[in-house]
């Protein structure tokens, strides 16, 4: 069974731009989270999506929206890019959700670097 | 303020000893625990868990100890090997509902052959 993946890999972008990340999750997966990680600040949760609707949401501004299609498929976008934003974007996705027993299978990651 | 806490960042070790890996907790609804192991360039993978209705779980060389008085759980690696070398996350959630994972900040493992 194919694992997470993610596109792009890497990616550059100039402050004040937008960027939109994809997350294609394992096959029969349901649930897509999107979390981002910086240099000492751990994993922090962006959202949850799950049957194509937001089922939960972390604590970051409105710049930082996402979506999932009817294929599961995921993709997160941010708008107006910070000198801040740059970090790894993780998905991950799992059978029904977090938490519980469904353990979360993590893609490799988007780094995104913003100058 | 953060629930979940992996106090050291960094850990050696020499090959063949165990390694201990801490994190504690502030939510006394949390009651299932997680760690994740990453490698650069890679994506977390699942290790292993704890359920609150338990103390202990053994999965090879890998035990996690709970201790829900204190609010604490420790990770215990042994024998260490050179390929455990790699960021360990302790992740926790309440075992009710969809409630997203909160995760530490990791804690950074070097095994030194």
């Given at each position: 069974k194919a694992g997470v993946t993610q596109t792009p890999r890497y990616l550059i972008k100039t402050r004040g731009q937008q960027v939109t990340l994809s997350c294609s999750p394992i096959s029969g997966h349901r649930s897509v989270s999107?979390?981002?990680?910086?240099?000492?600040?751990?994993?922090?949760?962006?959202f949850e999506y799950f049957s194509e609707t937001q089922r939960n949401k972390g604590n970051f501004p409105g710049r930082f929206s996402g979506r999932q299609f009817s294929n599961s498929r995921s993709e997160m976008n941010v708008?107006?890019?910070?000198?801040?934003?740059?970090?790894?974007?993780?998905?991950?996705?799992?059978?029904?959700?977090?938490g519980s027993t469904y353990e979360q299978?993590?893609?490799?990651?988007?780094?995104?670097?913003v100058t | 303020d953060q629930q979940v806490k992996q106090n050291s960042p960094s850990l050696s070790v020499q090959e063949g000893r165990i390694s201990i890996l801490n994190c504690d907790y502030t939510n006394s609804m949390f009651d299932y625990f997680l760690w994740y192991k990453k490698y650069p360039a890679e994506g977390p993978t699942f290790l292993i868990s704890i359920s609150s209705i338990k103390d202990k779980n053994e999965d090879g060389r890998f035990t996690v100890f709970l201790n829900k008085s204190a609010k604490h759980l420790?990770?215990?690696i042994v024998p260490s090997q050179p390929g455990d070398s790699a960021v360990y996350f302790c992740a926790a959630s309440p075992n009710s509902g969809n409630t997203p994972l909160v995760f530490g900040k990791g804690t950074r493992l070097s095994v030194i052959a």
């Amino acid at each position: 069974k194919a694992g997470v993946t993610q596109t792009p890999r890497y990616l550059i972008k100039t402050r004040g731009q937008q960027v939109t990340l994809s997350c294609s999750p394992i096959s029969g997966h349901r649930s897509v989270s999107w979390y981002q990680q910086t240099p000492g600040q751990g994993l922090q949760f962006l959202f949850e999506y799950f049957s194509e609707t937001q089922r939960n949401k972390g604590n970051f501004p409105g710049r930082f929206s996402g979506r999932q299609f009817s294929n599961s498929r995921s993709e997160m976008n941010v708008s107006t890019l910070e000198l801040g934003d740059s970090a790894l974007y993780l998905c991950a996705s799992s059978l029904w959700g977090q938490g519980s027993t469904y353990e979360q299978y993590f893609g490799p990651g988007t780094r995104l670097t913003v100058t | 303020d953060q629930q979940v806490k992996q106090n050291s960042p960094s850990l050696s070790v020499q090959e063949g000893r165990i390694s201990i890996l801490n994190c504690d907790y502030t939510n006394s609804m949390f009651d299932y625990f997680l760690w994740y192991k990453k490698y650069p360039a890679e994506g977390p993978t699942f290790l292993i868990s704890i359920s609150s209705i338990k103390d202990k779980n053994e999965d090879g060389r890998f035990t996690v100890f709970l201790n829900k008085s204190a609010k604490h759980l420790s990770l215990h690696i042994v024998p260490s090997q050179p390929g455990d070398s790699a960021v360990y996350f302790c992740a926790a959630s309440p075992n009710s509902g969809n409630t997203p994972l909160v995760f530490g900040k990791g804690t950074r493992l070097s095994v030194i052959a």
